[in-house]
């Protein structure tokens, strides 16, 4: 019998907490859409003041924020966009770009630490003179951090240098921040300063942060008055939106604190893990918020820190052949009431937020170790 439950599906599963309740409960609302809602104003300033840029706009969902960003930049049907083959715009966000924006990808390959090669982006940027022929190039999207990669940082001083390049050539810059903070913490690096280059970002309310919904696209005034008509378009046009917005402005001030506490369980949690029989880490590629955990059986990879509360991130690669497969161990955790997501076959998530507590932690340890030797060794159980 399952005596407790602990979520480790992902980040987006957290609950509003009783202080974002009330606010939403209490939140002082007008219609958004006629731009008279004074808890969304006040959101959106606020993150358009920590991104360093002249305006902002809350939109329902993240894959939203970039296709907007996307369709603003690229408002020729047939434009070009230069990203990552592994990028999150490209593989996870329904191919909305090229259905909806009627903007064409061409990707380039993402390096393990997540960046594109910049001789690579340069490279593929179209010759005007082969307008005739070609689409034209008229963007640059990155992703900071890069999810694929293992949640990899991009330093200010690479997204400078691509940003560089887009002014070379007339392009723009926009780039993924879902998780932006991410990046600010494990570089040290102030949020803005990462986004300086940028002619776009947006950036999640709902993953690390822990509100219950939504995105803010950042930019210049110019930027987010033309998104305001996409976001309509697309559905995305809210009116008393100032009730999630209120959640959302809970959810700044509330988790920050917490940012520390959330760092030592993802430390226990990794020291765990190296305990465990057959278990290392591999030091050398530890970089400040990623642990690759290698075993003959498993591979464990990626610790990934998000700005306001933690995002531990663990993917379980089984070897062939292994009795440890990642539906046997899902299952099997299951039974513990641990709940993981399962990844691309043969792999499984599991993702620590602000509403794991240490003891939450302990228990996911001893329930693993548990279900690896009832996997491994059935015939003792």
């Given at each position: 019998?399952?005596?407790?439950?602990?979520?480790?599906?992902?980040?987006?599963?957290?609950?509003?907490?009783?202080?974002?309740?009330?606010?939403?409960?209490?939140?002082?609302?007008?219609?958004?859409?006629?731009?008279?809602?004074?808890?969304?104003?006040?959101?959106?300033?606020?993150?358009?003041?920590?991104?360093?840029?002249?305006?902002?706009?809350?939109?329902?969902?993240?894959?939203?924020?970039?296709?907007?960003?996307?369709?603003?930049?690229?408002?020729?049907?047939?434009?070009?966009?230069?990203?990552?083959?592994?990028?999150?715009?490209?593989?996870?966000?329904?191919?909305?770009?090229?259905?909806?924006?009627?903007?064409?990808?061409?990707?380039?390959?993402?390096?393990?630490?997540?960046?594109?090669?910049?001789?690579?982006?340069?490279?593929?940027?179209?010759?005007?003179?082969?307008?005739?022929?070609?689409?034209?190039?008229?963007?640059?999207?990155?992703?900071?951090?890069?999810?694929?990669?293992?949640?990899?940082?991009?330093?200010?001083?690479?997204?400078?240098?691509?940003?560089?390049?887009?002014?070379?050539?007339?392009?723009?810059?926009?780039?993924?921040?879902?998780?932006?903070?991410?990046?600010?913490?494990?570089?040290?690096?102030?949020?803005?300063?990462?986004?300086?280059?940028?002619?776009?970002?947006?950036?999640?309310?709902?993953?690390?942060?822990?509100?219950?919904?939504?995105?803010?696209?950042?930019?210049?005034l110019s930027l987010i008055e033309k998104a305001?008509?996409?976001?309509?378009?697309?559905?995305?046009?809210?009116?008393?939106?100032?009730?999630?917005?209120?959640?959302?402005?809970?959810?700044?001030?509330?988790?920050?604190?917490?940012?520390?506490?959330?760092?030592?369980?993802?430390?226990l949690l990794a020291e765990g893990l190296n305990?465990?029989?057959?278990?290392?880490?591999?030091?050398?590629?530890?970089?400040?918020?990623?642990?690759?955990?290698?075993?003959?059986?498993?591979?464990?990879?990626?610790?990934?820190?998000?700005?306001?509360?933690?995002?531990?991130?663990?993917?379980?690669?089984?070897?062939?052949?292994?009795?440890?497969?990642?539906?046997?161990?899902?299952?099997?955790?299951?039974?513990?009431?641990?709940?993981?997501?399962?990844?691309?076959?043969?792999?499984?998530?599991?993702?620590?937020?602000?509403?794991?507590?240490?003891?939450?932690?302990?228990?996911?340890?001893?329930?693993?170790?548990?279900?690896?030797?009832?996997?491994?060794?059935?015939?003792?159980?």
């Amino acid at each position: 019998m399952v005596i407790r439950s602990v979520d480790l599906r992902s980040d987006t599963v957290t609950r509003p907490t009783d202080a974002m309740r009330e606010a939403m409960a209490s939140a002082e609302v007008d219609d958004d859409i006629l731009g008279y809602d004074p808890t969304a104003r006040h959101l959106e300033e606020e993150m358009a003041k920590m991104m360093g840029k002249e305006a902002a706009l809350f939109v329902p969902s993240g894959t939203m924020g970039n296709l907007i960003c996307v369709m603003v930049h690229c408002d020729v049907r047939g434009s070009e966009v230069i990203l990552g083959d592994n990028s999150h715009i490209h593989v996870y966000e329904n191919g909305g770009i090229s259905t909806i924006g009627g903007v064409h990808p061409k990707t380039i390959k993402n390096e393990e630490d997540g960046t594109m090669d910049l001789r690579a982006i340069e490279a593929a940027i179209r010759d005007p003179k082969g307008s005739t022929f070609y689409p034209t190039t008229r963007l640059i999207c990155l992703e900071n951090t890069h999810a694929n990669s293992g949640g990899r940082c991009l330093s200010a001083e690479y997204t400078d240098r691509v940003g560089e390049i887009a002014k070379r050539h007339g392009l723009k810059l926009h780039i993924d921040g879902a998780r932006l903070f991410n990046a600010s913490i494990a570089l040290g690096v102030p949020v803005h300063r990462l986004v300086e280059a940028a002619d776009s970002v947006s950036v999640c309310l709902s993953k690390g942060l822990g509100a219950p919904v939504g995105t803010v696209i950042v930019g210049s005034l110019s930027l987010i008055e033309k998104a305001k008509t996409l976001r309509k378009t697309l559905g995305g046009g809210m009116r008393q939106i100032g009730v999630l917005c209120a959640a959302a402005l809970v959810a700044l001030q509330e988790n920050l604190p917490k940012l520390q506490s959330d760092h030592k369980k993802a430390k226990l949690l990794a020291e765990g893990l190296n305990q465990m029989k057959g278990i290392r880490i591999n030091v050398v590629a530890v970089e400040t918020n990623m642990v690759r955990i290698v075993n003959t059986l498993v591979v464990l990879s990626t610790i990934m820190f998000n700005y306001f509360c933690l995002k531990i991130q663990i993917f379980m690669d089984m070897e062939d052949g292994s009795r440890l497969t990642a539906e046997k161990l899902r299952k099997c955790l299951t039974d513990y009431g641990i709940l993981v997501l399962p990844g691309n076959s043969p792999r499984i998530r599991m993702v620590i937020h602000h509403q794991i507590t240490t003891s939450d932690v302990h228990y996911t340890l001893s329930c693993l170790q548990q279900a690896m030797q009832t996997i491994q060794e059935p015939s003792r159980n």
